[in-house]
């Protein structure tokens, strides 16, 4: 049986971080389940859908054929042939991917993905519905947030490290609107598992972050 832990938590809350580098001291493969909604919203864009078209949306999902590849450590996704992962960090696409990942369809065809992924390997998946509905037996449930001041800060100065010019206040209005998408929708929302830990990252470093997730690992 393979070994599965599951991060769930609100929009910018650090969880691709510290997954990644988890998965790397722990020797497990990182499954970024974000990175595969947007895959799919890359394909919405590129067939001109609007996000309102719901049904659309339902039927494109079928014509969108998402894989999974791993060069070097490194998640690549595959839509319908071509490496989308220059193509899936933008604002256009997270936006999409924040609305069409509340479809039905979408859901299930991407979560059927994730949950072979985890039966083949020992993984850490992080994501909004892993630990309540992707993988419901995983053995580590973290719950990872932090308030929206908080994670809108961090975002900021990550993209003023890059050169991107941005608004610290609009980046936490688009925190809390991501939020409340993710939370109130009907089928998988964004919610902490029964059994999840909740950890609050709002005043504790990444390597605080990793330390308390390896501590929960080892008394396993
Ligand atoms: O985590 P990331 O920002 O890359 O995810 C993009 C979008 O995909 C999120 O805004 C969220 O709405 C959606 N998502 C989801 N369920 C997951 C992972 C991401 O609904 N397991």
Known sequence: MSFSIAIDGPAGAGKSTI????????GYIYVDTGAMYRAMALYIIRENIKPEESDKI???SKNA???????????IVILNGENVNPFIRSEEVGNMASVSSANKEVRLKL???QRQ????????????DIGTYVLPEADIKIYLTANSSVRAKRRYEELTQKGIQCNIEEIEQDIIERDKRDSNREFAPLKQARDAVLVDSSNMTADEVIDTIINLVKSE
């Open 19 to 26: 997954a990644k580098t988890l998965a790397r001291k722990l």
């Open 58 to 60: 339902s039927i494109a």
């Open 65 to 75: 054929n998402i894989t999974i590849e791993y060069h070097k450590g490194e998640q």
């Open 111 to 113: 979560v059927e993905l």
């Open 117 to 128: 992924l985890a039966a083949k390997a020992d993984v850490i998946m992080d994501g909004r």
